[in-house]
């Protein structure tokens, strides 16, 4: 996601860096291509000018105007005002009891599955949620909640078959919440289009018998310009309480999230991004801010790696590698941890330079990552362990072993080679950034990350 954005960006500040005094005509320049890259990106007209026009006010201000690094202050000002944009401080939910939740949003949006998230994320906080479905029209809704219950271990309400009335069903699920002990209700409730003024007069008569803690809209990132009509249709009809922007591993433009936080005043609270049930995370501004503008989020990166790690593992690794021993079980294991850290191209996004990674994702995307991994699951426990000893007989048999061609397996092969001599040098791994085009990285800004995952 903001990988349009983010490219378009990158161009405008590159020239304002290089810039040694700051004009009015060269902020003008620059700011016309920043609107025009933020209306690409799909982001309101109203928002954008309204935007813009911040921006080149502080731009052009007298500490600007005299610093030593006028290029740089001004992309600091367009940093400080897109995190205010995408509003200010992360937004908690307000839990206090009765912990009600109502999940609302158009047709397809994914609110049945971000309810699971959600359930599955509060109760690795230690609470008790509850699922409670309230979709009473769309086909097999009901036991979509329920298979996702399933998976985390959550309890769900399911109602009468064929009961329509779902103030009754609201009611029912109340008095069997009670009984089940639990301390936060999610109510999955039925997709809307804008025109259908009977499922919103529906939503209504729900919220107003719960009196729900939080309303959230859930939102497809790739709305588009159709975002701002979306948030504020339903927050004039049910007064939304936050947002919960969907799929942000498409192949989104990112305007939604920009437009939507402006024009309904509330927040971003949650941003979902892998079809995994962990893929669901808190939104935090100030780090999107600095995805959008290329400079990575490591803290997220860290956080995302001490949830997934086994810090003992990947020390037992780091010892492996620092003495020369590297082989393919290492390799899987580490492909594992990747794996669960969740997309690709969501952990590539929170590195510093990460839009000059765009060559990387392509090279390591999820299909090429398994027909890498069928081959090293073709291979004996020996030759695992001992790479030099794949000759040209037994490349053959992982070939027909793993569905690949002789030449997968040997490029491959080779790719393995040369990673193993890299990890094992600091200077080496340096260098096949910079080749990358992420020279510019700070290695240091990584100190954070587990053991096992460092350079």
């Keep these: 996601m903001f990988a349009q954005l983010s490219g378009g960006l990158e161009g405008v500040f590159k020239k304002l860096k290089g810039q040694g005094k700051i004009t009015e005509k060269n902020v003008a320049d620059a700011m016309r291509e920043v609107r025009l890259a933020l209306l690409e990106a799909d982001v309101d ?85 509850l699922l409670i479905a309230c979709d009473l029209y769309r086909p097999a809704a009901v036991e979509q909640l329920a298979t996702l219950a399933g998976e985390i271990d959550v309890p769900v309400f399911k109602p009468d078959p064929g009961e329509k009335n779902i103030v009754k069903v609201a009611k029912k699920a109340l008095v069997w919440a009670e009984a089940q002990g639990g301390n936060v209700l999610i109510f999955d409730t039925a997709g809307r289009q804008e025109i259908d003024t009977h499922l919103i007069e529906e939503l209504k008569s729900l919220s107003d018998f719960l009196k729900p803690r939080e309303t959230l809209l859930i939102a497809d990132s790739a709305t588009g310009q159709q975002a701002v009509s979306v948030a504020t249709h339903f927050k004039e009809a049910v007064g939304i309480t936050g947002i919960v922007l969907t799929k942000l591993d498409g192949d989104a433009r990112g305007g939604a999230a920009l437009s939507m936080r402006s024009v309904t005043g509330q927040p971003i609270k949650f941003v979902g991004e892998g079809e995994k049930l962990a893929d669901f995370d808190v939104f935090v501004p100030s780090r999107m801010a600095e995805r959008i503008l290329g400079m990575g989020d490591v803290v997220g990166l860290v956080e995302k790696a001490a949830e997934v790690i086994d810090e003992e593992e990947a020390m037992k690794m780091a010892r492996r590698m620092e003495k020369k021993s590297f082989d393919f079980n290492d390799f899987l294991a580490q492909m594992k941890m990747m794996q669960k850290m969740g997309p690709l191209d969501g952990i590539l996004g929170m590195l510093p330079g990460a839009s000059k990674l765009k060559g990387l994702a392509g090279a390591m995307d999820e299909s090429k990552l398994k027909r890498v991994e069928a081959i090293v699951l073709s291979m004996t426990p020996k030759e695992r362990s001992r790479p030099e000893i794949l000759n040209g007989k037994r490349r053959l048999r992982l070939a027909k072993g793993s569905g690949n061609s002789i030449t997968q397996v040997n490029q491959f092969l080779r790719q393995f080679g040369q990673m193993r001599k890299m990890m094992r040098s600091k200077g080496k791994m340096r260098k096949m950034l910079g080749q990358l085009g992420a020279g510019g990285m700070d290695m240091g800004n990584l100190e954070g990350l587990p053991k096992g995952m460092k350079f």
């Excluded at 600007?64 to 897109?82: A, E, H, R, W």
């Excluded at 609302?104 to 609470?127: D, I, W």
């Design 45 to 129: 007209f109203s928002v954008a000018k309204e935007f813009i026009a911040k921006v080149k006010e502080g731009a052009l201000g007298e500490k600007v105007l005299k610093s030593i690094t006028p290029g740089q202050q001004v992309v600091k000002i367009f940093q400080d005002c897109l995190t205010e944009l995408l509003g200010g401080d992360a937004a908690t939910l307000d839990l206090n009891v009765p912990a009600r939740i109502i999940m609302c949003g158009l047709n397809g949006a994914g609110k049945t599955t971000t309810s699971g998230k959600l359930a599955l994320r509060l109760k690795k906080e230690g609470r008790k949620p």
